[in-house]
Structures are given as C-alpha cells and as structure tokens.
C-alpha cells in the first residue's frame, strides 16, 4: 500500500520523497484507532510489557534528576552505562567491546538500526532480512536507500531463516544480513547450530550482519545465542540491544549498538547529527538496570512463561493451530481454518467479540493467514481473551463446514 499525498507542488509533483511513499503505513496503528473508539476491549495488540518499570530503576532517574543530572551527555552515552553495559555483554555472552569505542548509547534499538543502516548501506545495497520479521526492518532499509530482500522465516521452518535460503538470495549488491530472534512477531529463537550456519554464509559471502536482540532475555527453556559470540562474528557484526522489554522500560527510550570501532563511530556521527544523545535520565535509569535489575527480569520471565503456556494451549484448543513460541512475547497461530483473511479475522474479532490481536501480513507477506498475539497482558485478561476468541472461532468455522 502506497500513500497518495493530496498536497501537489508545481514543480515537483508530490511534496513527500519516493522513499517515505514507497513505505506502507504499519498495519498496527489501524487498529489502535479502531480500539480507542470501543468499550471493553481487550488487547492483545501491541507489544509491550504491562509491568511498570521495577521501582528501583525508577528511583534511580528521580534521583538523578534531584541531584540535577538534566544535561545533555556525551554522544556515545554516560561512560559508566558503557562501562556496565561492556560488563553485562561480556559476562552474559562472552563478548568483549571497548566501551570508549565500541559501544552507543541510543533512543532505543529503533533509533540503533536506524544509524547501523543508515551508517553502512549506499544506495541500491540489498539487505536480506525474514519475512516474518519486526515491521520496522523493511521499512528502514527503504528509508536507508537500500532494497529489503525477503528470506522465508515460515512455519515450516518453525518461522527460523534457512542458512540455505539466504544464501540463494545473494547477489554482487548483498550487503548485510539482518536477523532478529527471539523474534517479533512469531517467538521464533534460532539454536547456536542454525545461528552458526547463517554465519558461515556471512563469513563466505563477506556480508555485514545486523543481529537485533531487543528480545535476548525474554527465552524460555532455551539458551539466547548472542550472534557476535559466534566465532569470527564480532568483527562483522553490529549488535542492537535495549532496555524497552526486559525491564518493562518502552517509555524510557534507550537501547544500544555495539559492534567494530569504525562501525560506531560512523554510526555516532548520524546519531549526533540528529539525536546528540539519548536522554540522560533514561541512561540512568538503564545504568541501574544493568546494575541491580536482574531480580526484577527474572520474576517477569518467570511470569511470561506462565502467560505463554496458557496463552498457546488456550488458542490450540479453541482450533487456532500454534507453534510454541521459545522467546518473546508472542504467539502466532494460524487462523486458517476459520475461512477468513488475516485481517478479516481481526477486524471482525474486534468488532464482534472486543479482542485486539494483529493480522499477520502486517509483518510480511508470509503472514498471510496468521495472527500475532500478545501475551505481555494479564492471565485474567488472556484467559478472557481465549473465551471470546473460542465464540469467534467456532462460529465461524461452523459456517465454513
Ligand atoms: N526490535 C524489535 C524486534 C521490536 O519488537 C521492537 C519493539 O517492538 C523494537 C526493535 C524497538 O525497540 P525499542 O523500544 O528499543 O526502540
């Protein structure tokens, strides 16, 4: 879907770039508006923790700010939030980055794949990427200049890329590989084997690799493999790392890069044009996180995994077949056997039965036929949810026999 700009100017036609009108509005904020204007309803829609941020980090930004920290930072981020941070990577992943040089501190991984994009692909460069991915990767790499090549990350393949299919897609204009598990929307997380073959493609091909983690403590009953821990990978790879749904800090706006010296720096140089820093009592609040946050991130995994369990029984049950989700906070069943199109399925499950939940294709075309839950809600709400949502299905799976 295009958009068809009403403001015309003489000279140049549409006032908007080719690159803003080649991108699809996301599919999710339809529904948003959609919600805002129906009592009742219960979301499964978007994808954000519904904890509130753990009082201690909280606490940790007040306190900044009565001290009077409300300055810009350096460019990089507050060196003892690098300093941490290289700790926590090196004693989770057993990877070693120079805070002075290697690591960014940005607004969120949105804005950190924004400049590792931004930093590295030159017009015409193709970025391979799954198709089911995060709606922002196909859009970025427009906005870069870049062209987005799909790579099938299907329930056949338990929604995982095949080392094998990215590698069919590479052409002499191949840049970089972006990948992103435990992955949004699917709950897909790649083992160190399969991970391990993907980088032996970008080893072989001298490809660049975008490894979006913003989901690496969210696994369950698997371990995250960190893509630059892989042998030879930190030297090719450009790490995207947050806050926003580990420690329940989305508003917070803070996330980072790390990846080779040369790489941040040229990634520094966009985020100063644009941003300077992020903000310094969101860094505060994130030094605490890494500092004394773990108990807190444990305790809402632990409850993620209660979710997810009734979340993906409940939906197998009322006859949505699901895959079970390994990280994240997704499931993503299919709603095939109700007849309906993806986004028949959630306009009329809002409409008729109150429940938010997002079409598949709004993630790629390969969604067709499927929806994304969340499950980043209250139990009594998923549960809620299930109920509606077995009327929905039996209703209109009678119809369709
Ligand atoms: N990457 C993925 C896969 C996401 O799901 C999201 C948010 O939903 C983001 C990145 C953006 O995260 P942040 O809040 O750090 O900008």
Not at 29 to 48: P, T, Y
Not at 145 to 156: D, K, L, N, Q, R
Not at 327 to 351: C, D, H, V
Request: charged share 25%; aromatic share 8%.
């Amino acid at each position: 879907m295009t958009i068809t700009p009403k403001v015309r100017l003489k000279r140049a036609g549409s006032p908007l770039s080719q690159r803003v009108l080649q991108i699809p509005p996301s599919g999710i904020r339809k529904f948003f508006d959609l919600m805002a204007s129906i009592e009742g309803v219960i979301s499964l829609g978007v994808g954000e923790p519904d904890f509130v941020t753990p009082w201690r980090l909280r606490e940790a930004a007040i306190y900044s700010l009565e001290q009077g920290y409300t300055m810009y930072t350096s460019n990089y981020g507050i060196p003892e939030l690098r300093e941490e941070l290289a700790r926590h990577l090196a004693r989770r992943y057993g990877v070693e980055y120079d805070p002075e040089q290697e690591l960014l501190i940005t607004v969120g991984v949105s804005e950190a794949l924004d400049l590792a994009l931004r930093a590295t692909i030159d017009p015409g460069d193709e970025v391979i990427g799954p198709d089911l991915g995060y709606v922002a990767y196909q859009a970025d790499v427009i906005l870069s200049g870049g062209v987005y090549v799909p790579v099938p990350a299907t329930a056949e393949n338990e929604f995982k890329i095949m080392a094998s299919d990215v590698e069919a897609r590479i052409t002499e204009r191949t840049k970089a590989i972006l990948i992103g598990y435990p992955s949004n929307p699917t709950g897909a997380v790649m083992t160190r084997p399969e991970l391990a073959q993907v980088a032996e493609v970008a080893r072989k091909h001298d490809l660049l690799v975008l490894s979006d983690e913003i989901y690496d403590r969210l696994v369950y009953g698997i371990e995250h493999t960190c893509f630059p821990s892989l042998p030879g990978m930190k030297e090719r790879t450009i790490l995207l790392g947050g806050f926003s749904k580990a420690y329940a800090m989305t508003g917070w706006r803070v996330g980072y890069a790390a990846a080779p010296a040369e790489i941040i720096e040229a990634m520094m140089k966009v985020h100063q044009y644009t941003i300077m820093c992020a903000p310094i009592m969101s860094q505060m609040a994130a030094l605490e996180a890494l500092k004394a946050g773990e108990a807190s991130v444990q305790e809402m995994v632990a409850e993620y995994d209660r979710r997810r369990r009734i979340m993906v029984k409940g939906l197998n049950e009322i006859g949505l077949q699901c895959h079970e989700p390994k990280g994240a906070f997704y499931a993503f069943p299919s709603i095939k056997s109700t007849g309906l199109s993806s986004e028949e399925f959630a306009e009329r499950l809002l409409r008729e039965e109150k429940v938010v939940v997002v079409h598949g294709n709004t993630f790629g075309e390969r969604g067709e036929g499927y929806v994304r839950c969340c499950y980043a809600t209250s139990l009594e709400e998923i549960e809620e949810a299930l109920q509606r949502m077995g009327r929905f299905v039996n209703r209109y799976q009678k119809a369709g026999t």
